[in-house]
């Protein structure tokens, strides 16, 4: 359980975020042509897995494209946005804004996900959506680096999380 804020307010979030060192859990989400995506589909590659609300925000749209544009340097390496936003409109988003260095993931059918991953909003307006938090895994899905950003509204650390793919 941990407490970040929206616009200052604060704001509950649920379940265990993983640390450094931890093993990520599995888990299964849904993919842009509906299928079920699970971790193990990235086994053997290192993992960016930037998880927020919603596409459609601004700050979300900023960090989608962000790890875009740093994804495609990275070798060995894929970065999951992870969004409760349908797959209709996550590849409606990456299409218009040209985005191709990154993959789409819903919690439309992953709702364990958000406990699992210590970022399911509990309480506020945005409550059933995720936290904005960055979870990096090594090719063995072990944590190299996590951070639940604190303001909701604010951008994660880009330079640390891909700092952390070494």
């Known amino acids: ?31 842009k042509d509906l299928a079920d995506v699970a971790l193990a589909s990235f086994a053997g590659k290192r993992k960016v897995l930037n998880i927020f609300p919603s596409i459609d925000t601004p700050t979300c749209a900023t960090s989608v494209r962000r790890f875009n544009e740093k994804a495609s340097q990275i070798e060995n390496a894929v970065v999951l946005c992870i969004s409760a936003d349908l797959p209709f409109a996550q590849a409606r988003f990456c299409g218009a804004e040209g985005l191709s260095n990154v993959v789409t993931l819903s919690t439309l059918r992953g709702h364990d996900f958000l406990k699992n991953y210590g970022v399911a909003i509990a309480s506020g307006p945005l409550a059933g959506l995720a936290a904005r938090a960055v979870v990096v895994l090594d090719a063995n899905d072990q ?17 640390s999380a891909l700092a952390a793919l070494g």
Not at 13 to 24: L, R
Not at 143 to 159: L, R, T
């Open 143 to 159: 944590v190299v680096h996590s951070e639940m950003v604190g303001e909701i509204a604010h951008e994660p650390n880009y330079d």
């Open 1 to 31: 359980m941990s407490q970040v804020t929206l616009k200052g307010q604060p704001v509950q979030v649920d379940g265990h975020f993983p640390a450094k060192g931890e093993h990520a859990p599995a888990f299964s989400l849904v993919g």
